[in-house]
């Protein structure tokens, strides 16, 4: 998306482990935007952000999450999830099958979900898991970090500078009560007029 580098280079450690770069997807009109920590395996083979259902690794918890919410095509394709309202990105861009990312290599992706957030321009931010949930918070709230977590912050509204935030538990470790909590929290949010929580930023 936005002509963002599908070659990219910046990190040769992973360089050598990915299957491709994996940028944003969704709609890029969207009101929320889903940050997760690196790609999971199905993502890594079809570029698509949070792609695959089941398995220890698949994101079919994260997927049902979107249906249940209107925001996904139930009938879409696994692999080609068709979004309305919502995009989808990871603080990495590349994954190996062994680690989590380096800070230092969740650094260097930084500017590719900074242009995605500003391109995209949400209303609000949902951190998937503690680290996504820490980097956003960090950015874009005044909270110091160390009071950020799950699951104290799982389904809560964070006012934040320019967004709010809505942190999640990855539905992939959570419980099912964990789940259906956010699910109800989120869709009180998507009931209101949460346009009005703030004013928009310019592009």
């Keep these: 998306p936005f002509g963002m580098d599908e ?4 990190c040769p450690a992973l360089c050598e482990t990915r299957t491709q770069v994996v940028h944003g997807y969704g709609d890029v009109d969207a009101d929320f ?4 920590e690196r790609p999971t395996a199905r993502a890594d083979d079809t570029g698509v ?6 398995g220890s690794d698949g994101d079919g918890g994260l997927r049902r999450v979107l249906e249940r919410l209107g925001l996904c095509d139930v009938r879409s394709p696994a692999d080609e999830p068709a979004l309305e309202n919502v995009y989808l990105t990871h603080l990495s861009r590349c ?13 260097t992706c930084e500017p590719y979900l900074n242009a995605e957030i500003r391109m995209i321009n949400p209303e609000i931010l949902v951190p998937v898991g503690e680290r996504a949930l820490t980097e956003l918070g960090t950015e874009y709230t005044t909270t110091p970090a160390e009071e950020l977590t799950l699951p104290d912050d799982h389904a809560q509204r964070i006012r934040g500078r320019g967004f709010e935030l809505v942190p999640m538990i990855d539905p992939r470790e959570g419980t099912d009560e964990q789940t259906q909590a956010w699910l109800e929290a989120f869709a009180a949010l998507m009931a209101t007029d949460y346009r009005q929580t703030k004013g928009r930023q310019e592009r």
């Design 33 to 36: 935007l889903f940050v997760g």
């Design 7 to 10: 070659e990219c280079q910046n």
């Design 49 to 54: 952000p949070f792609a695959g259902e089941g």
């Design 95 to 107: 994954r190996d099958p062994d680690r989590q990312p380096t800070d230092e290599e969740v650094t």
